[in-house]
């Protein structure tokens, strides 16, 4: 069964900090990976990393996708109160071209 | 501006009843989803479409339709709602890979 896990599940840190959110994917026929950020309602898209650019940059954000060990991380530096949200990991791939595969989420909460 | 719509934002209804949740996309998106979300848990896919007239169910168990006779609109039927329904329905439109998420539904079955 194609799953994608992530951890923690959960983080609290202070403001200024440097935070690291993994993602790790069993998934067949794997396209590329997602990351989302998720506030009060609709997640909103980060990065979107595959097998030709296995690493983002955006600001304090970036991540990198290891295709040998499966798995992604999300890094982000010098963090501020406005981080505090859920992020998400999805990945495209399993039984249809259309549908993507998505974690539980990191919920991320910096204090001031 | 281009944007996706979902109304109602809230709702809250009685058991049984009959509910259209409403979907709407102004990028011209070939496809579209409804996800189900409940709180601090994934996303579950529960409905997708890839073009006009076609519309597959996803992972989860649903009782709710689906239909697309036009590209921008994608609504989602409860023909019987229950307390079991009670979530966050999120719908979603993509062109490629990344997909545009509209503000959600928050549906509460009493």
């Known amino acids: 069964e194609d799953k994608v896990v992530q951890s923690p599940l959960s983080l609290v840190v202070h403001e200024g900090d440097t935070v690291t959110l993994n993602c790790s994917y069993e998934?067949?026929?794997?396209?590329?990976l997602l990351w989302y950020k998720q506030e009060k309602k609709a997640p909103t898209f980060l990065f979107m990393l595959t097998s030709s650019g296995i690493e983002k940059k955006s600001g304090r954000l970036s991540s990198i996708l290891d295709k040998k060990e499966l798995s992604s991380i999300l890094n982000i530096t010098a963090t501020q109160t406005g981080d505090s949200a859920i992020y998400l990991c999805?990945?495209?791939?399993?039984?249809?071209?259309?549908?993507?595969?998505w974690g539980a989420g990191t919920k991320l909460i910096i204090k001031p | 501006e281009a944007d996706i719509y979902q109304t109602p934002r809230y709702l809250v209804i009685g058991t049984g009843k009959k509910i259209t949740l409403e979907c709407s996309q102004t990028?011209?998106?070939?496809?579209m989803y409804w996800y189900q979300q409940d709180p601090g848990m994934e996303l579950h896919l529960i409905h997708y479409?890839?073009?006009?007239?076609?519309?597959e169910k996803g992972d989860l168990s649903s009782e709710s339709t689906v239909s697309r006779i036009r590209t921008e609109h994608f609504p989602l039927t409860l023909e019987s709602a229950r307390p079991s329904h009670t979530s966050q329905y999120l719908c979603a439109s993509s062109e490629g890979s990344e997909q545009y998420f509209g503000p959600g539904t928050r549906l509460t079955v009493t």
């Open positions: 998934v067949t026929n794997f396209r590329s």
């Open positions: 479409s890839y073009g006009v007239n076609s519309t």
């Open positions: 999805a990945v495209y791939g399993g039984r249809s071209n259309y549908q993507l595969i």
């Open positions: 990028m011209g998106h070939d496809k």
